[in-house]
């Protein structure tokens, strides 16, 4: 933040207070040149009220900046890792994670579902004709399969399917959501039955 005190006269004295005190940072420094204060790296401690005060022979004028320092926004959820498309062979064990901003916002609160239709905005240059319509909970789909399970932390939450087979391939979506709004992440899982490693498509 750069705060700037105009005034104009002979043999000026600037003088800068925070709510009344002299200026002080718990975390860096805080510049004054002049009739110029500068900090930088700013937290929500440095908020306050800041007044400068010019004087000289003929007199003294003052001007407050009231200065207010937010960590984030409140805002929809921010995926800070999508999902990633996989191939693997059947049998493999097959692990999705997301991660969502957590600090400072609304917690959201996950759904996963199996082929949910997607919209152009979110399938790029995908073939219309392989958009599958029918949608299915993916946590309803693990409930009946040995070995799959979701797990959550904070920020993180991870899907894990076990000994996967051709009936596991599709769209896999986390969708996030808060009263702030909604947002998606989509991945694809293709099975074959040949070895070929887990790649990325």
């Known amino acids: 933040a750069e705060l700037k005190c105009q005034a104009r006269g002979p043999n000026l004295n600037t003088t800068w207070f925070k709510d009344g005190e002299k200026p002080a940072r718990h975390l860096g420094d805080v510049r004054i040149k002049g009739a110029t204060l500068k900090m930088e790296n700013l937290v929500p401690t440095d908020s306050g009220n800041y007044t400068c005060v010019v004087n000289n022979a003929h007199g003294s004028i003052n001007h407050t900046y009231v200065l207010e320092v937010i960590e984030h926004i409140p805002s929809r959820p921010i995926f800070t890792k999508h999902l990633e498309n996989l191939t693997v062979t059947r049998g493999s064990t ?92 989509t991945a694809y899982l293709n099975v074959t039955e040949g070895f070929c490693g887990t790649s990325k498509l």
């Open 94 to 185: 097959v692990r999705f994670e997301v991660d969502t901003w957590t600090e400072n916002t609304l917690v959201p609160f996950l759904v996963w579902k199996k082929d949910l239709p997607i919209s152009w905005s979110n399938s790029d240059s995908r073939d219309p004709s392989h958009i599958i319509i029918d949608m299915k909970i993916l946590e309803d789909a693990l409930n009946g399969k040995e070995g799959g399970n979701i797990t959550s932390t904070e920020d993180r939450q991870v899907v894990v399917l076990t000994n996967v087979t051709e009936n596991d391939a599709g769209w896999c979506t986390c969708i996030a959501a808060n009263s702030l709004g909604t947002s998606s992440s």
